[in-house]
Structure formats: structure tokens, C-alpha cells
């Protein structure tokens, strides 16, 4: 394996499209490992570690949104970026609300697909135009939603560790992204819960109970 190269893992049960994103990405990807259904999928994901998993929502035994939960609730690192026919809002906020770095529609595997692969790895949020217009639904969806529920798995993960203490630089680290990645979650994180500083967060998150006062004398949260 040559592991100088990004890892992919692929999630997907037809066969022709498993192939043509193999096509596209082995150039500049090391293909890790396939799965057509959702318990090999999550068994091997876990155990290949590849940096970013692309998967389609409507696989055997269930839903592509399932794979997310269960293996970013282990390694919250492993990036996904959904690959799927379906543009319906519901499978859309599914997916988003897992976990998935970005949204593609599978006309996106052609000779743009290494680039967009690279920019979810970069820590962008590529969006296919025909979902696009769905975001702005799920951002209303969500505002119905009260406090640090309203956050995405990833954004939990930091007021988790920034109100136990941590400094963003260990944030970043633990959870293997880049400080100028930890402060977009940042930004998105004050603006749904209308705080403004990491002290004004550490407060909601103990007040809400989402986060439990440590220990006396229980040093540094490792």
C-alpha cells in the first residue's frame, strides 16, 4: 500500500460506480477497500483508517447515514463525503446531520472527482449544485432545534474538549484537523449558540449539563 497517498475507502453497491470513482481517483488516491452493505462497511472502515470514506446513502442492509454515526462515534477523523443518486431533502439532512464533510450527486464521478475528494480533505464542504438549494431548508430545520443539539457531531466533539479545558491547538490535534479548520467550527459553533467567547461556551456547556464538571484534583482531561 502506498500510504504517501490519501486513502478512499469506497461504500457503494453498484459495481459500475465502484469502478468509475476507482478510475478517477487512482491517479492521485490509494484505494483502500469496498463494501456494498452497512456491517462490512463499518468492520472495515474501522480497521483500514482511511482519511475520507465516499458512500452512497441506499446500500444493503440499510442506510449510508448509519456507517457515519457508528464509525465517527470511534474515529472521529475519518472524513465522508456522500456519493449518491438521491437529492431529497430528508436523505440530505440524514447525511448531514451524521456527520458527512460534503454532499455529491454521482454525475460528480467524472475527471472534477479527485478535486472535490481533495477539497472535503482540505476541510472544505463540497456541495453538488442540485442539494444546494436544500441547505438553507436544513439550516431553518435546525433552528428549530434548541442549543448544542442544534450542532453537527464534529462541532459537539469541540465544546466537548474546549470546556474541559483544552486549548484549541490540542483540540486541533486530538482530533486530527487543522486550526484553521478547528476555527471555522468555532465560528459555526458561536453563531448557532449565540456565545462569543470559549469561556461564554464552557459556561452553556456546563450549565445544559451537556458537559460534566470535572473531578477535584483531576488535572489536565486526557
Not at 122 to 148: C, K, N, T, W, Y
Not at 197 to 214: I, K, M, Q
Amino acid at each position: 500500500m502506498n500510504t504517501d497517498r490519501p486513502t478512499v475507502f469506497l461504500v457503494e453497491d453498484e459495481p459500475l460506480t465502484r469502478a468509475g470513482a476507482r478510475h478517477y481517483l487512482n491517479d492521485r488516491f490509494e484505494v483502500v477497500g469496498e463494501a456494498d452493505n452497512v456491517t462490512d462497511a463499518i468492520a472495515m472502515i474501522q480497521e483500514r483508517q482511511p482519511d475520507i470514506v465516499l458512500l452512497d446513502i441506499h446500500i444493503r442492509e440499510g442506510n449510508g447515514a448509519a456507517v457515519v454515526s457508528e464509525v465517527k462515534r470511534h474515529h472521529p477523523h475519518i472524513k465522508f463525503l456522500a456519493l449518491t443518486v438521491s437529492t431529497a431533502k430528508s436523505d440530505v439532512l440524514r447525511l448531514t446531520q451524521a456527520g458527512v464533510e460534503g454532499y455529491l450527486t454521482k454525475q460528480a464521478v467524472g475527471p472534477e472527482l479527485p478535486d472535490l475528494v481533495d477539497d472535503a480533505l482540505a476541510g472544505g464542504r463540497p456541495i453538488s449544485r442540485q442539494v444546494a438549494a436544500h441547505l438553507l431548508d436544513i439550516d431553518e430545520d435546525l433552528e428549530s432545534v434548541d442549543g448544542i443539539e442544534r450542532l453537527t457531531p464534529k462541532e459537539r466533539q469541540v465544546v466537548a474538549l474546549v470546556a474541559r479545558g483544552y486549548t484549541y491547538r490540542e483540540v486541533a490535534r486530538d482530533l486530527e484537523i487543522s486550526v484553521k479548520t478547528l476555527e471555522s467550527h468555532i465560528s459555526h459553533i458561536f453563531q448557532k449558540l449565540g456565545v462569543a467567547s470559549r469561556h461564554e461556551l464552557a459556561a452553556l456547556a456546563f450549565e445544559t449539563g451537556f458537559v460534566a464538571p470535572s473531578p477535584p484534583y483531576g488535572g489536565h482531561p486526557r
